[in-house]
T-cell receptor, first 114, second 114 residues
């Protein structure tokens, strides 16, 4: 059974700091890994999608890496801003087709102080 | 904007009642999945529909059921509501892209069971 862990549960940093959010998963047989952002009481916004054959993806100030063999992914946020304050969720997807689903971590709640 | 719309946004029910939640996704998104997110937790997979047939289910009892329609809309029905059913219910539709199959989430329905 796939399990996804995100530690710590919460993080507070001053504006402008570069930071890394960690995600680990127990079963390396994944199809892809996705990072999401969630604002309080809202749905999920996809940030980055990494296929199992890829090592990293970049979008603006965000960079996500994937080390499938060790069951780890990181989300790097450069020059953090107060608008980055949200919960960041990591999710891995199993086999394509029937029974494919996302398994989520509990998320990391990030607070960026002005 | 993900192109996935959920209704209603908020709902209050009492224990034992039945509820229907609705989701509308973009044309061409032929796979829809539903997730339950309790407060402070990551979303948990309920089930997935592909071309109007259920083709994957998480660890949820049969009183959670669903439908998918040819117009890419879908429903989540929950019978005999329990207090623990209080959660944010998220609908996600899938689209195959050049970089893989990506999930797009709606903003969710916040269900409170009293």
């Amino acid at each position: 059974k796939q399990e996804v862990t995100q530690i710590p549960a919460a993080l507070s940093v001053p504006e402008g700091e570069n930071l890394v959010l960690n995600c680990s998963f127990t079963d390396s047989a994944i199809y892809n890994l996705q990072w999401f952002r969630q604002d309080p009481g809202k749905g999920l916004t996809s940030l980055l999608l990494i296929q199992s054959s890829q090592r990293e993806q970049t979008s603006g100030r965000l960079n996500a890496s994937l080390d499938k063999s060790s069951g780890r992914s990181t989300l790097y946020i450069a020059a953090s801003q107060p608008g980055d304050s949200a919960t960041y969720l990591c999710a891995v997807r199993g086999e394509v087709g029937a029974n494919s689903k996302l398994t989520f971590g509990k998320g990391i709640t990030l607070s960026v102080r002005p | 904007e993900t192109g996935v719309t959920q209704s209603p946004t908020h709902l209050i029910k009492t224990r034992g009642q039945q509820v229907t939640l609705r989701c509308s996704s973009q044309s061409g998104h032929n796979t829809v999945s539903w997730y339950q997110q309790a407060l402070g937790q990551g979303p948990q997979f309920i089930f997935q529909y592909y071309r109007e047939e259920e083709n994957g289910r998480g660890n949820f009892p049969p009183r959670f059921s669903g439908l998918q329609f040819p117009n890419y809309s879908s429903e989540l029905n929950v019978n005999a509501l329990e207090l623990d059913d209080s959660a944010l219910y998220l609908c996600a539709s899938s689209l195959k892209t050049g970089s893989g199959e990506k999930l797009f989430f709606g903003s969710g329905t916040q269900l409170s069971v009293l």
